[in-house]
């Protein structure tokens, strides 16, 4: 019995010294940064006492600059897995104690076997980013690690569920795995790059500072990197948290289903006063989802980011699915190439997990512009089409007004296999807006007129009767119906049920499609 007690001493001993991480002073100093310790981090994130800890006694190879005297159990990581909300998950939570949360051979090798075992098993990972990035000393074999995180990062998209959430540094290497991820959840105060200040003074002889550099605002408007900016850690746990509840735990599953006692049938006559009759005067189009959707829960993906645009996740009569919509209230809804961007991955997103997705579409149009073209507008654009056209999940679109040229086309129409087609009365549905359609039209007649004004307003109005206006396409079958604004809710719904078994149509032989990127 002494000879156990003796073994599971020294067992004990070795657990203390890993859970300590890089040591009592270390985790002060973390805490006095505003941040928690690692450890509180997962006791948070994870449903009470479910985590089980893997790979706890791994320690670094490497002797070089010191490593040989330092070994931190555990080498700057916990990984594992535990619940959320009884679901299980994988995690794993870089320690910025150890050595920076520096990536090294073991630490990289720990996360890639936990990405590893959350596809096998099929449930969704979550990491917790928090480091300098490669680990300076271990060289070749650090950059291995994060190769390593990379590679399986790439081998779960579109199988799993990946969420990263960014809770200091994320610095070098280690910013190249939350971006392989599907989400990423930016913490107030953290900040992600690739190159760093000092790196950018000696190389561009631009001073700036972390924050403007790759702060949580910068991610979360500019860039485009952060779907979510968190207020707080806590805050960031809780988005996963709402976030996993839309989310099937793999590909081959459905979307949870929740049941709700928000009728299917709700009328929504709020629309008629939100949605002006004048297509150029803009509404805010979260009003409208927020109508649309059980109990007006609905989580905006990406809100501070190209907000000509929206994305996000609801519940219809239970069903989650996934929303994408033109926002009037920014530049009218045009879709810019960072609107293109943030719709097309989201749709892609929701296809490869199951999500239906349901378009609700106000656009005059791709944006015009030297910087836009220059841009890339039309690669950037065409991956919407791209990204609706291969999507094979039930899709829903409601035309609510302007739905204008290409955009008309991208925005889920039938053309591109969406499946059933709804537009309001206050649709307009051509290949350009009436007042630079007849101008095109009627230039020269114009030009020689006595009375161009009467003759455009003449001519306008004629277009108007033509196109401004749904019943046009619905005569030629490209809307299924035209729809009063209050029944929205109840029509979708309905769609959304008489789709549920719709199956994916086979697709001609080829290893994966050529998405421009
Ligand atoms: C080894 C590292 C490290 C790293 C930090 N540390 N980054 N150790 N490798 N990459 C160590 C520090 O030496 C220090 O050790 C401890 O972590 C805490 O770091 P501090 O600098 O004291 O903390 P702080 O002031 O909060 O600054 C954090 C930081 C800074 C901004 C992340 O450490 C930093 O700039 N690190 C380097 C970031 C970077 O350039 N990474 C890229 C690496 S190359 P002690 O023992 O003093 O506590 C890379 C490959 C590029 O990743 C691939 C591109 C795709």
Sequence with gaps: MSEHSD????????????????????????????????????????DPGSFVELQWLRVHRSTYFGLDKARFYGDGVITGYGRIDGRLVYVYAQDFTVLGGSIGEAHGEKIAKTIELAVQTGVPVIGLYDSGGARIQEGVAALHGCGKIFNSNVKASGVIPQIAVIMGPCAGAAAYSPALMDFVIVVKG??????????????????????????????????????????????????????????????????????TEDPVDRRIDELYEIVPLDSMKPFNVKRVIELIVDNGEFLEVHANYAKSAVVGFGRIGGYSVCIVANQ?????????????????????????????????????????????????IIKHGAKILHAYAEATVPKITVVMRKAYGGAYIAMGSLSLNSDINYAWPTAEIAVMGPEGAVRIL?????????????????????YRELFANPYRAAELGYIDDVIDPAQTRKKVYEALVALSTKHAEPTPLRKHSNIPL
């Design 7 to 46: 073994l599971l001493k020294r067992l004990q001993e070795l657990r203390e010294l890993s859970v300590l991480g890089g040591g009592k002073e270390k985790i002060e100093q973390q805490k006095q940064k505003g941040k928690l310790w690692v450890r509180e981090r997962l006791d948070k994130l994870l």
């Design 190 to 259: 953290s900040y992600m790059f690739i190159t760093g200040p000092e790196v950018v003074k000696a190389a561009t002889g631009v001073s700036v500072t972390f924050e403007q550099l790759g702060g949580a605002d910068v991610h979360g408007s500019i860039s485009g990197v952060a779907h979510f900016v968190a207020e707080s850690e806590e805050e960031a746990f809780t988005i996963i948290r709402r976030l996993l509840s839309y989310l099937p735990s793999n590909c081959t599953e459905e979307p949870p289903y929740v049941a």
């Design 328 to 376: 009037p209230e920014v530049n009218a809804g045009v879709i810019d190439i960072d609107a293109s961007n943030k719709i097309a991955r989201f749709v892609r997103f929701c296809d490869a997990f199951n999500l239906p997705i349901v378009t609700l579409v106000d656009t005059p149009g791709f944006m015009p512009g030297v910087d836009q073209e220059h841009g890339g």
């Design 442 to 462: 009627y230039r020269k007649e114009m030009e020689k007129a006595p009375d161009p004004e009467a003759l455009f307003r003449e001519k306008l109005k004629e």
